[in-house]
């Protein structure tokens, strides 16, 4: 499954990998979480919206290396019909394009209805671009994850869902809301279903060296230029007559055509706790991964909290088999339970506040090595994402806070923690 914000973001960030996949013989569905609107007046935007998802069907089909024939389908999940299309014969296809059809939210999220409103709490549910149903956030997770099982999905491949400054442009400094509030969606759902989830860089790959071959290039920007010709239909007089863009492509879309960057977050080094939840911003290293680090031993400041992995001291501790976790940077000091998070207090392992259990990662289909840190009355240290900066260069916010929420809650991103050997002594759950 692929699931992207808006209806070419596929195009320009996941491929070649989706032409590798088709060419390959594997089935392949495409999520569209909004209509890509864009923010336009209403008719505007609905000529706009049906030219972009002619553009995604005919550049589909360029990378398939098949005819431009599409079946329109109803798939139902979670009680709703969703808007689908398969490529030829919906009883053979095995290409299939799927449009929810929420609003685009704009660069900034600052549009009424968008995902990061959503995501923020700012809007208990957000509707669809055209018609009158509405999503609430569980109801859109829900619908994920159904779907991704129906699909019977081995692998999610979605955009960074570790950015976290949002806006348009600024070569490569941020990317656009939906990108990232909607990967963090996907990735929500690949943890809900058991699915591995891999992202990929939207905007801030940019300024990075083109990475593709030149035979690479040229299927990309084929597709892409499939995707163009259709998007600018109605307003070239030519269009009835091409099916293939042939001017000068924009500075960015030349840009995103020479690359395709994964985003992989390190292994934990020795000592190294770190969360699944990464973060990128305009003033934080373009290396996502987060690790739990020491920071004072006096109550009245932040104790504990989640920084950029950077190797230093204050990020090395020791789990040890009597249930504390230690800190090597205070020595004498454990990771301590809190009314609502946690803090460091001189180690005694007498104390149920600094006895910590570890609760495996369970999935048949995705395997990995991570884990729940349960503390004192079934509380989970928890990464909390939703703490977003409030624009796109603040230097507030950079990080996820740290908290405690029931280790009865589903599976989700937030709740799990990787370490390594030699982080522990005698600890078989670092084997």
Request: charged share 25%; net charge neutral; with cysteine.
């Amino acid at each position: 499954m692929i699931g992207v914000a808006h209806p070419d973001d596929d195009l320009y960030f996941i491929d070649p990998e989706i032409r590798k996949t088709i060419r390959a013989g594997c089935a392949v569905t495409t999520v569209y979480l909004t209509a890509g609107d864009d923010g336009k007046s209403p008719q505007a935007a609905r000529d706009y919206v049906a030219r972009r998802e002619n553009g995604v069907r005919a550049a589909y089909a360029e990378l398939a290396g098949a005819p431009d024939r599409w079946t329109e389908n109803s798939t139902r999940v979670n009680g709703r019909s969703i808007r689908s299309f398969s490529l030829g014969s919906s009883s053979q296809s095995t290409v299939k394009l799927v449009f929810l059809g929420l609003h685009d939210g704009l660069p900034h999220g600052q549009e009424s209805e968008s995902m990061l409103k959503l995501f923020l709490a700012n809007r208990t549910q957000i509707q669809l671009f055209q018609g009158v149903e509405s999503y609430t956030e569980d109801q859109l997770l829900r619908t994920l994850s159904d779907l991704a099982r129906q699909e019977r999905a081995q692998r999610i491949l979605t955009l960074d869902y570790d950015n976290a400054s949002f806006a348009f442009g600024l070569r490569g400094k941020v990317d656009h809301s939906d990108h990232g509030i909607g990967a963090r969606y996907f990735r929500k759902a690949g943890y809900l279903s058991g699915i591995h989830v891999t992202s990929y860089l939207g905007y801030t790959m940019s300024p990075l060296e083109p990475n593709l071959s030149p035979e690479q290039v040229a299927e990309k920007e084929a597709a892409v230029r499939r995707y163009i010709a259709n998007t600018d239909c109605h307003s070239k007089k030519n269009c009835p007559t091409t099916d293939i863009y042939k001017g000068p492509l924009q500075h960015d879309d030349s840009d995103w055509v020479h690359r395709q960057y994964q985003q992989n977050h390190r292994n934990p080094r020795p000592g190294e706790i770190m969360g699944d939840i990464g973060r990128t911003t305009e003033f934080s290293s373009r290396d996502p991964e987060q690790c739990l680090e020491a920071v004072s031993t006096q109550t009245k400041y932040d104790a504990v909290r989640l920084n950029t992995c950077d190797g230093t001291g204050a990020q090395k501790w020791e789990i040890r088999d009597d249930g504390t976790i230690r800190t090597r940077f205070y020595r004498g000091y454990c990771l301590t339970k809190t009314a609502g998070s946690a803090d460091l207090a001189p180690c005694d392992a007498s104390r149920p506040e600094q006895k910590w259990t570890h609760m495996p990662w369970e999935s048949t289909t995705w395997r990995r090595t991570a884990w729940r840190i349960a503390g004192e009355k079934g509380m989970c240290l928890y990464q909390d994402d939703r703490s977003l900066p409030p624009y796109w260069n603040s230097r507030m916010a950079q990080h996820p806070r740290l908290g405690l929420v029931s280790c009865n809650k589903q599976a989700e991103p937030e709740l799990y923690w990787r370490w390594t050997a030699g982080t522990a002594h005698n600890d078989p759950n670092t084997a």
